[in-house]
């Protein structure tokens, strides 16, 4: 994302469902699903997966562009661009992928700033979930109808390195998702089996209208 187009709007989190926990992994269900979605200026959602008071990862929306941050040295898993590239798109993974330190060939453990390793506060450096050009879009998610799907992750906590996913609803040609919630195992270095996380309530496939009311909806009701 070009840094010039950056203009930041913290979005906050909506309720959330109580946490479940079972055999060591803890559920956090968003009630609504938080909608991302950019309609003129650019917004963030910067997201606590533990519940210290510290963002691990942020998502943005920018026109014509969705990506995710990795915080300080966290991690996600990408789809490798080929060589001479540098890192690449966030990778879809579906239900069931074993999230943990081994992958296939053609996925990695990386940064959103691939070259650096590390996220500073404020750094513009976002992974690609969808690029939308003159050309057309890019994005490892499927265009058509919004595929609901998981997005690895790895972050750090006191004890050591975290495994957990994203469960989130979107398309690869619009600019827009839905975050149903997330989950992460709290033992360390244990991996996590990605599974969708209980759903609130029934979700509607997107559309480009569809998520401009949305935001209307949303500005609305944060305004009153």
Do not use: K
């Not at 699903?33 to 997201?47: A, C, E, I, T, V």
């Not at 390195?161 to 998702?177: Q, S």
């Amino acid at each position: 994302m070009r840094a010039s187009r950056w203009i930041m709007t913290i979005v906050a989190v909506g309720a959330l469902a109580p946490a479940a926990a079972g055999q060591g992994v803890i559920t956090t269900t968003l009630q609504p699903p938080l909608g991302m979605f950019s309609d003129l200026n650019s917004n963030l959602y910067p997201l606590d997966l533990n519940g210290d008071g510290i963002p691990d990862f942020t998502f943005g929306a920018d026109p014509g562009f969705l990506g995710l941050r990795t915080e300080r040295a966290n991690r996600l898993i990408v789809r490798l661009d080929p060589p001479p590239n540098v890192g690449g798109p966030v990778a879809r993974i579906e239900d069931g992928f074993i999230v943990g330190g081994s992958l296939d060939p053609q996925l990695a453990w990386i940064s959103s700033d691939p070259a650096g390793g590390y996220v500073s506060p404020g750094e513009i450096a976002f992974a690609t979930l969808v690029q939308c050009l003159n050309t057309g879009c890019a994005s490892d998610w499927p265009g058509g109808p919004a595929t609901r799907a998981f997005i690895g992750l790895e972050f750090e906590l006191g004890d050591g390195l975290h495994y957990g996913y994203f469960d989130i609803l979107m398309r690869g040609d619009i600019p827009g998702a839905e975050l149903y919630g997330w989950a992460y195992d709290t033992r360390p270095n244990t991996p996590i089996f990605a599974g969708a996380v209980p759903e609130p309530s029934a979700l509607a496939l997107f559309t480009v209208a569809g998520i401009a009311m949305l935001a209307r909806r949303r500005l609305g009701a944060s305004s009153s």
